[in-house]
């Protein structure tokens, strides 16, 4: 039984840092290329990044490209969202979700505010 479970997340001031973490387990994490999603209050789930199976390569959204940074420890099984400069547009549960697959965490919520 695949199972991903994000934590990290929380409250957090424009501008400052958070790390979101996804553990998984019930596959073979590093076959499979993973992304991050969110959905805030009222707004449909969106597309956040995507990693390869390696780490090698990566992907973002244009709204958070440069400051988001995607990455992976397959030796952890472990998926990370390193998240700099928030900002209050970036309030949503955060969920990791397996690349092609219908696997989801049941997500984190990040909330960031003065």
């Known amino acids: 039984q695949v199972q991903l479970v994000e934590s990290g997340g929380g409250l957090a001031q424009p501008g400052g840092s958070l790390r979101l973490s996804c553990a998984a387990s019930?596959?073979?994490?590093?076959?499979?290329?993973m992304n991050w999603y969110r959905q805030a209050p009222g707004k449909e789930r969106e597309w956040v990044a995507t990693?390869?199976?390696?780490?090698?390569?990566?992907m973002y959204d244009d709204s958070v490209r440069g400051r988001f940074t995607i990455s992976r420890d397959n030796a952890k099984n472990m998926l990370y969202l390193q998240m700099n400069s928030l900002k209050p547009e970036d309030t949503a549960v955060y969920y990791c979700h397996v690349y092609l697959q219908d696997y989801w965490g049941q997500g984190t919520q990040v909330t960031v505010s003065a």
């Open positions: 990693i390869d199976t390696v780490g090698d390569q990566t």
């Open positions: 019930g596959l073979i994490f590093s076959s499979f290329g």
